[in-house]
């Protein structure tokens, strides 16, 4: 199929000019963290939309087999969870 869109030189700069700004975008909204050990994260502000952020977190807390060990408290039993972490007392 032939297209019919034909770019003209002034419309191609246009384009550049808004590639440009979406990279810088991009760059303001990029944060990385090295968590040690050789890992990092890297956060990079709304690269998912809410929706679609909430469809992938759905997805590996199905499909992960995280580790959520039950502990007892007085008795009662609670999931413990990873980043419920106590603080250090010295």
């Known amino acids: 199929m032939a297209s019919n869109l034909i770019l003209k030189p002034e419309s191609s700069s246009r384009l550049e000019t808004e590639e440009e700004e979406a990279v810088t975008i ?4 990029r944060k990385e963290v090295d968590l ?6 890297i956060y990079i502000s709304k ?13 590996l807390n199905k499909n992960i087999p995280w ?3 039950t502990i007892r408290v007085f008795g009662r039993p ?13």
Do not use: C, I
């Open 26 to 29: 991009v760059k303001s909204s």
């Open 36 to 41: 040690g050990n050789g890992s990092e994260v």
């Open 47 to 59: 690269f998912l939309s809410y929706d679609q952020s909430w469809h992938y977190l759905e997805y």
């Open 67 to 69: 580790t959520r060990p």
């Open 78 to 90: 609670f999931l413990q969870l990873g980043e419920a972490q106590p603080p250090a007392y010295e």
